[in-house]
């Protein structure tokens, strides 16, 4: 495997449920992060990992809990969320955390929450 | 007002047209700007990445940086059906982490 990889591609769950999105890169890369893509609106950074350490939080919702295990492997636990939570959520990773020279995205995760 | 404006399109051209995608900003700190592609169902790719301001060729593509007037472009030569996909920009300052998007223009190149 190459790239960035995202698992599930598709997610549908209610309101009330808890799942979890799991991003791998294999690129050797140093930073990892999580966008959010709604439709026709600009990505939207939620956080940022750096050697496995948070150095960014976007001031998004405590629905939303990531998790770095390592730099390779990046989580994003959902909890009670709402259904305006609807989106594309890519992960990204990059050589480094200022990410000066641009993305690799993996192909996302499209969840809908009914 | 939008730090980064992109007109949405869709934009429609024949094949081996050239296309012209453009975005304006408002922060005159933006120092690195990128064009990436996304086709549907797929994650965008960095496509051109530009330091200040200038020209970078690569291929059938050029972007342009004109920091005087907060604009950038993303031309394409000889279009291709191949090139239909969203073209976002984005752009950075030096430090912090965050990448400002476009919200990325819809392109179709018909056959």
């Known amino acids: 495997e190459t790239g960035v990889t995202q698992t599930p591609r598709h997610l549908v769950m209610g309101m009330t449920n808890k799942k979890s999105l799991k991003c791998e890169q294999h690129?050797?890369?140093?930073?990892m992060y999580w966008y959010k893509q709604s439709a026709k609106k600009p990505l939207e950074l939620m956080f940022v990992?750096?050697?496995?350490?948070?150095?960014e939080n976007n001031s998004v919702p405590s629905r939303f809990s990531p998790e770095c295990p390592n730099s390779s492997h990046l989580f994003l636990h959902l909890h009670t969320l709402q259904p305006e939570d609807s989106a594309l959520y890519l992960c990204a990773s990059s050589q480094e955390s200022q990410a000066l020279y641009g993305y690799t995205f993996g192909s996302g995760t499209r969840l809908t929450v009914v | 007002q939008k730090e980064v404006e992109q007109d949405p399109g869709p934009l429609s051209v024949p094949e081996g047209a050239i296309v012209s995608l453009n975005c304006t900003y408002s922060?005159?700190?933006?120092?690195?700007f990128m064009w990436y592609r996304q086709y549907s169902r797929k994650g965008p790719e960095l496509l051109m990445y530009?330091?200040?301001?200038g020209n970078k060729e690569d291929g059938r593509f050029t972007a342009q940086v004109d920091k005087s007037s907060k604009y950038i472009s993303l031309f394409i030569r000889d279009s291709q059906p191949s090139d239909s996909a969203t073209y976002l920009c984005?752009?950075?300052?030096?430090?912090?982490?965050?990448?400002?998007f476009g919200a990325g223009t819809r392109l179709f190149v018909k056959a």
């Open positions: 530009t330091y200040s301001s």
């Open positions: 990992y750096s050697l496995e350490e948070r150095v």
């Open positions: 922060n005159s700190a933006f120092q690195y």
């Open positions: 984005a752009m950075k300052t030096t430090g912090g982490f965050k990448t400002i």
């Open positions: 690129l050797g890369h140093n930073a």
